[in-house]
């Protein structure tokens, strides 16, 4: 399971550019960096990749209208990657809202974790049950 708190940006004329904006240590200290769908797509993580949580805006977004139906976001390049799993964002995310929507999510998965036989629909149930709670 990996989780990422960072930017994310859905390139309107290039979806493999699409990418969440992280950071590495560099010879000058912090330096930004990028980790774009079409790295993503050349990846081929674990078999027992189960859940990607990007806490990022606009990580399910396809800017294009005319390349809606390519798939080419960054949700899916962690798909295409190997992960079961995805959750991101149709659009800008507030951070108070993803701190909540994370809590929320991860206090569903590990109680239907407990109490389903199927770890993907509990996934599933642990999105759902972190929306409804949000949106109350």
């Known amino acids: 399971m990996v989780h990422f708190a960072c930017h994310g940006y859905s390139d309107p004329t290039n979806p493999t550019d699409s ?9 000058s ?3 930004p960096d990028q980790l774009k769908v079409s790295t993503l797509l050349d990846t ?13 805006c606009s990580t399910a977004e396809v800017k294009d209208q005319s390349l809606r139906n390519e798939s080419l976001k960054i949700t899916n390049g962690f798909l295409a990657a190997g992960f079961s799993h995805v959750v991101g964002s149709l659009w800008s995310a507030d951070d108070e809202v993803c ?6 999510f991860y206090e ?12 993907n629909k509990a996934v599933a149930e642990a999105v ?3 929306t409804l709670q949000i949106r109350a």
């Open 44 to 56: 081929n993580v674990v078999s027992r990749a189960w859940i990607a949580y990007l806490s990022a």
């Open 29 to 31: 200290g912090m330096v």
């Open 108 to 119: 569903a998965l590990v109680r239907r974790r407990a109490s389903s036989a199927d770890p």
């Open 19 to 27: 990418h969440l904006l992280l950071q590495k240590r560099g010879e």
């Open 99 to 104: 701190v909540d929507m994370a809590a929320s």
């Open 128 to 130: 759902r049950d972190a």
